[in-house]
């Protein structure tokens, strides 16, 4: 009987592949949270998400949960039903999003794009000239589902040249931790992100960061009319400025969000992450275009550095491709979702991964292409990702060591 070796090459957008130092960091006998010494993890740990949001105006906020959760707490202690919020479905995330905002009684406001185009802010910009009684944007930074990096501050510099009121809210689940994200210089009032990505942790905690117009707006009360118990600004500031939290919170992911911040902040600098993250996908994107293939993404300055979704030829069916990696292969990639099921398959490069994890995973994904008869010479991509790593690399180890001369 054939039994899979080695590790599963896990290539999806998220989750991503965890680090063992974070492992290791999480694995730990379960604790007193409220002792009085468990203060100095939270504030340790919300004084550093402030550099991954980019901020020094926000209030970071964890809560036990996903993406999901975290979106669901950026409109309920903001917005009151019937207001009008404007999105936009441009993939799945996007699109599930506007569903939430439905099922709490907003308004959606929303734009349809095709899949694989960004934001249509021309359209943005009239929806707000036309109405100043909107009270929200919120859009997705990074679709996951189709590999779209939209243009955040061109959304602030409109609000701005209307003087419009709308808070700014953003997704940004697959993107803050990986990409640039810059909240306090964009104007964002509220941002969201998970665990499960460029944080390089399983999935289980949703992130927010609110700046002071949204935080406002959460502790007077009255002010938004959605019901907030779980996901409450205000129990979690009354709560994290001692040092503690409203209920009891998952300690082991808190321990390896402390090691994750280390890693991404302490050590390697945000700036030089988002470099890392532009490098991994750039590999990917020559190969893709090496292969005679393109992105789901249509324009080149809207691709994504965490997942490139690759169209494949018509008549071929993706989710082929990917099921005969995961069996052949024993690589995980992402499949197509809803709109460009069959369409795409899915390549992440965002987390704790190298150039041989890259190429490792387009041999694979050659492999699984040429099986289902998608005419692709083996190698093509890889050679073309080699040239540029290779020509890009810089040493990261064994700097200022000697060779052992045995």
């Avoid at 000239?129 to 909107?134: K, M």
């Avoid at 991404?264 to 020559?286: D, P, T, Y």
Wanted: proline content about 5%.
């Amino acid at each position: 009987m054939a039994v899979p070796h080695g590790r599963n090459f896990l290539m999806v957008p998220g989750p991503s592949h965890v680090p063992d130092r974070i492992l290791r960091a999480m694995h730990r006998q379960s604790e007193d949270h409220r002792s009085l010494d468990f203060p100095k993890i939270t504030h340790s740990v919300l004084k550093d998400l402030k550099e991954i949001f980019q901020t020094r105006e926000g209030t970071c906020f964890v809560f036990p949960a996903t993406g999901t959760g975290a979106w669901e707490s950026s409109l309920s202690n903001t917005l009151s039903r019937g207001d009008k919020v404007i999105s936009v479905r441009l993939g799945q995330f996007s699109h599930l999003w506007i569903d939430m905002m439905q099922r709490f009684g907003l308004q959606a406001i929303d734009f349809d794009v095709e899949w694989g185009c960004g934001l249509p802010y021309d359209k943005i910009e009239a929806a707000l000239s036309a109405d100043p009684t909107i009270k929200a944007v919120a859009v997705v930074q990074n679709e996951t589902t189709t590999g779209v990096f939209t243009d955040i501050y061109r959304i602030r510099k409109i609000l701005d040249k209307l003087a419009h009121p709308a808070l700014l809210l953003v997704d940004g689940v697959s993107s803050i931790g990986s990409m640039v994200f810059e909240m306090d210089n964009w104007g964002v009032d509220v941002a969201v992100t998970g665990s499960q990505k460029g944080l390089m942790l399983p999935a289980g905690l949703g992130l927010v960061c609110a700046r002071p117009k949204a935080i406002k707006i959460a502790m007077t009360p009255g002010a938004s009319d959605l019901p907030t118990v779980f996901f409450s600004w205000k129990d979690q500031i009354d709560n994290n400025q001692l040092g503690y939290f409203p209920y009891t919170p998952s300690i082991p992911l808190l321990f390896g969000l402390r090691e994750a911040l280390d890693m991404l902040i302490k050590e390697e600098g945000i700036q030089n992450v988002w470099k890392r993250h532009f490098r991994m996908a750039e590999g990917v994107r020559r190969a893709v275009a090496a292969w005679g293939m393109r992105p789901c993404a249509r324009n080149e300055n809207e691709r994504s550095d965490t997942v490139t979704a690759v169209l494949v030829p018509e008549g071929f069916d993706a989710q082929q491709v990917v099921t005969i990696a995961y069996q052949k292969y024993n690589l995980s990639l992402g499949g197509g979702l809803m709109k460009v099921r069959g369409k795409v398959f899915r390549i992440g490069t965002l987390g704790d991964i190298n150039e041989l994890m890259v190429l490792g995973t387009l041999a694979g994904a050659e492999m699984a292409m040429r099986d289902v008869g998608i005419p692709v010479k083996l190698g093509s991509g890889v050679a073309a990702a080699a040239e540029y790593y290779q020509s890009t690399a810089i040493p990261v180890r064994g700097l200022g060591g000697t060779q052992a001369r045995i």
